[in-house]
């Protein structure tokens, strides 16, 4: 079976400070991992994404995220907040046995002025 | 650029009433999904499909229906709308059937059932 876990349910950060979502999963084979942005009243939106190669990928928007197979993480950062990254973010994995994404329970980012 | 367009942004209907949410995308997309989103449980897949007329359950596929009869339409048929289904509903389409492939979503139907 597969799993997402995003253990926090909001995150502050000022702005021009480090941001950081975290996003933990459990799969039985290789995992695919995405991360998606929802601002306000809109559907979600694609950031980035890891299927293989290079541990650490680079999105839209500044984020990177980077996975760590042995701590089973997909980590979301960016080295500096902007009060326009303020939104809801989720992680989702895929396990290559299975048809389907998985997503987790979503991350509130507040970047406080 | 990807487009998903959804019929209706915001939707109120009664409860027992038959309800159809539209989502067509203009990208000659194999992939065609229903999630709904609740606060605290994120997205949750009801139905989806990967060819004309073919159809795979979700997680959470109970209270609904869909049909897909042409690639660009997948729609979602609630038969008897209850006030548990009241959410919102976002609709996603993808091109790689392997799975590898980014899922682009449209802006969502928040509905409401009363």
């Known amino acids: 079976a597969q799993s997402v876990a995003q253990p926090e349910d909001q995150v502050n950060v000022a702005e021009g400070n480090p941001l950081t979502v975290k996003c933990t999963y459990s799969?039985?084979?290789?995992?695919?991992l995405f991360w998606y942005v929802q601002y306000p009243n809109r559907g979600l939106q694609f950031l980035l994404k890891y299927i293989t190669g290079d541990n650490l990928v680079k999105g839209s928007y500044g984020f990177e995220a980077e996975f760590n197979k042995s701590q089973t993480s997909f980590h979301l950062k960016k080295p500096s907040a902007l009060v326009s990254d303020s939104a809801l973010y989720f992680c989702?994995?895929?396990?290559?046995?299975?048809?389907?994404?998985?997503f987790g329970t979503g991350t509130r980012l507040t970047v406080i002025p | 650029d990807v487009k998903v367009t959804q019929s209706s942004r915001y939707l109120v209907k009664r409860t027992g009433e038959k309800v159809f949410l539209e989502c067509v995308q203009d990208m000659d997309h194999e992939n065609m999904f229903w999630y709904r989103q609740d606060p605290g449980l994120g997205l949750r897949l009801i139905y989806f499909s990967y060819d004309v007329k073919m159809k795979e359950k979700g997680d959470i596929p109970e209270g609904y229906s869909v049909s897909r009869e042409k690639k660009e339409r997948f729609s979602l048929i609630l038969e008897s709308a209850s006030t548990n289904q009241t959410s919102m509903y976002l609709c996603a389409s993808s091109l790689d059937p392997g799975g590898t492939d980014t899922q682009y979503f449209g802006p969502g139907t928040r509905l409401t059932v009363l």
């Open positions: 799969v039985s084979g290789n995992p695919y």
């Open positions: 989702a994995v895929r396990d290559m046995n299975y048809d389907n994404l998985f």
